[in-house]
Nanobody
Framework: EVQLVESGGGLVQPGGSLRLSCAVS????????MSWVRQAPRKGLEWVSL????????SYADSVKGRFTISRDNAKNTLYLQMNSLKPEDTAVYYC??????????????WGQGTLVTVSS
């Protein structure tokens, strides 16, 4: 059974930092691209960042570019999202997602349960 379990969310002040983690199981982590997707209150889903299977290729939404960093540790079967200079508009539930293949732009076929990030003073 494919499982993606996010952690690391919480309340942080504007300008602060958080690191999200996603522990995966049930599939061979190092052959699939992964991504982070978020959903702000009363808004639709927004893609945040993508990483290919090796970690050598990444992409970011303009809204987070320069502030967020996606990475992965294939030995630990874990995906990360380092979030710096957080803004109130980053408040959302963040989902870890799995692509169908190693290609970062492929469709998503598995999602975690999400972790809430709240940026507020």
């Amino acid at each position: 059974e494919v499982q993606l379990v996010e952690s690391g969310g919480g309340l942080v002040q504007p300008g602060g930092s958080l690191r999200l983690s996603c522990a995966v199981s049930g599939f061979t982590f190092n052959i699939y691209a992964m991504s982070w997707v978020r959903q702000a209150p009363r808004k639709g889903l927004e893609w945040v960042s993508l990483i290919d299977s090796s970690g050598g290729s990444t992409s970011y939404a303009d809204s987070v570019k320069g502030r967020f960093t996606i990475s992965r540790d294939n030995a630990k079967n874990t995906l990360y999202l380092q979030m710096n200079s957080l803004k109130p508009e980053d408040t959302a539930v963040y989902y870890c997602t799995k692509a169908r293949t190693s290609w970062i732009w492929d469709a998503l076929d598995a999602w975690g349960q999400g972790t809430l990030v709240t940026v507020s003073s």
